[in-house]
């Protein structure tokens, strides 16, 4: 069974940065894409940024794009979000997502495996 545990989440002022780990478990990762997605209080899930297999392919929400960056650590089984420049409007449950495709998507309903969400909250 496939396992993924996210980390890094945490209280940060506006302006400042943090980055989300999601580790992966109990499972042959050789061709999944792996994907960020994020709930904020009363909203529905939304997607955030995903990478393709190789790690060659990434695509990010407008809303994040240019202070956002994922990346993966095949090694470690391991993908990153690092968050920049964070905004209050950032403040949600961020979750980490993997398909059993090597071609990223935005679109949760792709996504095979989930991690239980960790908390990112920004001050203003």
């Known amino acids: 069974q496939v396992h993924l545990v996210e980390s890094g989440g945490g209280l940060v002022q506006a302006g400042g940065s943090l980055r989300l780990s999601c580790a992966a478990s109990?499972?042959?990762?050789?061709?999944?894409?792996r994907g960020w997605f994020r709930q904020a209080p009363g909203k529905e899930r939304e997607f955030v940024a995903a990478t393709s297999w190789s790690g060659g392919s990434k695509y990010y929400a407008d809303s994040v794009k240019g202070r956002f960056t994922i990346s993966r650590d095949h090694a470690k089984n391991t993908v990153y979000l690092q968050m920049n420049s964070l905004k209050p409007e950032d403040t949600a449950v961020y979750y980490c997502?993997?398909?059993?495709?090597?071609?990223?998507?935005?679109?949760?309903?792709?996504?095979?495996?989930w991690g239980q969400g960790t908390q990112v909250t920004v001050s203003s």
């Open positions: 997502a993997a398909r059993g495709r090597s071609s990223w998507s935005d679109q949760e309903d792709d996504y095979d495996y």
């Open positions: 109990g499972g042959t990762f050789s061709s999944f894409a």
